[in-house]
């Protein structure tokens, strides 16, 4: 019960930290082409389209988006502060040279009815994922380096969390019922190093590997994955003593899962899904699980659009644990180029309870603060 109060609390805070949004501020037209640029990168998967902006009114080119209707896409740009109206046209250079300067929304309505949008078939290793990293997800593959103090551990205290890893798209093409689907690559290694240890010593370290397969249509993402994780102990762990021959544990096994993720608006989505365990060792795991929460990127930024406050919240529980709740919730801020979104360096406090996400320790009940470094592309 305690654990479930904090989750609840923990959603509540980080809930209340998305909905208290400062009001925007004007501003220029740089500014809103790679705001506009990151919002279609980041909620539609659109990485290359052609934008331009003048007066606060957006100029897309149509050849640049993909088929269907843009009616959702059009709502998410206009929902970016400073933007007056938006356009999508077939030619955003000339449509540029044609409108007179200072028109703003009162000289440029927003153009319906492009009817010919092109099929964009098939892609081949595009620079982003139909589905969005899970920022709180502590065993989600990317980039990190993070300082955390156990807080309930009998053999921890001060630890080194790290990971490497990304998630790449391989191949994306249109659906008959429309949207998109795409089949990529996940991988990625996360280890704990003893702070307090005479060398820093590895502890543990688990290596995962999945393949997912994603549909998206507008704001909704379906994954399925399958995927393996193995774990390790280090080797000044079993050397200092810290294990036996009958205390380790082979823990590796198989995952079948499914997530769906749903954009709120364009900077609050909330996902959940569950998976099964269909081959693991020790034979005896217990083999369900479920997952859920959310991740927002606040609309409003500092330093020029170089600087973005970001709360998220992951939950996950286990028939293991006997369903009780693993609770992972991380603020802070987020460091992006304003002009164009490519990798994401993000600074964030970091609170977790629940089952160690340490595979040779999942029997274990843990509980830390941490501070972390999060890079995703």
């Known amino acids: ?8 609390l923990a959603l509540g805070l980080l809930a209340s930290a998305a909905a208290a949004q400062p009001n925007p501020t004007p501003v220029d037209d740089t500014f809103l082409v790679g705001y506009a640029s990151a919002v279609l990168q980041r909620e539609f998967s659109i990485g290359q389209a052609v934008v331009r902006a003048r007066d606060g009114v957006l100029y897309v080119a149509a050849a640049s988006l993909p088929p269907g209707p843009t009616a959702k896409l059009e709502q998410s740009l206009r929902a970016i502060p400073g933007v007056t109206a938006v356009q999508i046209v077939e030619d955003p250079d000339r449509m540029l040279s044609e409108a007179p300067a200072g028109a703003g929304a009162g000289g440029v309505a927003v153009q319906k009815g492009v009817a010919a949008l092109p099929d964009r078939g098939v892609e081949a290793l595009t620079q982003t994922e139909l589905y969005q990293p899970r920022l709180a997800d502590p065993r989600w593959p990317h980039f990190s380096a993070a300082y955390a103090r156990y807080l309930s551990d009998p053999a921890l205290g001060n630890v080194a969390d790290v990971s490497f890893g990304n998630a790449f798209s391989l191949l994306r093409d249109d659906t008959p019922i429309g949207g998109r689907w795409e089949i990529g690559l996940q991988a990625g290694v996360f280890a704990i190093f003893d702070l307090d240890g005479d060398s820093f010593d590895l502890i543990n370290a688990d290596y995962l590997i999945g393949v997912p397969i994603t549909w998206r249509g507008g704001p909704l993402a379906v994954q399925g994955r399958v995927y393996h994780q193995s774990s390790h102990l280090g080797d000044e762990f079993l050397l200092r003593g810290g294990a036996d021959a009958d205390s380790r544990v082979n823990l590796s096994y198989e995952v079948a899962d499914l997530s769906v993720s749903y954009d709120v608006t364009p900077n609050l989505r909330v996902y ?3 998976g099964y365990i269909f081959h693991r060792e020790p034979a005896d795991l217990k083999p369900w699980r479920v997952q859920a929460g959310f991740d927002w990127l606040s ?24 369903w009780n709740p693993d609770i992972s919730a991380r603020a ?14 993000q600074l964030m406090l970091q609170y977790y309870d629940g089952r160690s996400p340490n595979g040779q320790f999942y029997e274990r009940d843990v509980r830390y ?9």
């Open 1 to 8: 019960m305690q654990r479930l109060a904090t989750a609840a």
């Open 272 to 274: 959940g899904g569950g």
């Open 299 to 322: 609309p409003d930024t500092w330093a020029e659009g170089a600087i973005r406050p970001v709360a998220t919240f992951d939950l996950q529980s286990s028939e293991e644990s006997d």
């Open 332 to 345: 802070g801020i987020q460091f992006e180029n304003p002009v164009a979104l490519g990798q994401r360096l």
């Open 369 to 377: 603060l941490g501070l972390g470094a999060h890079v995703h592309f």
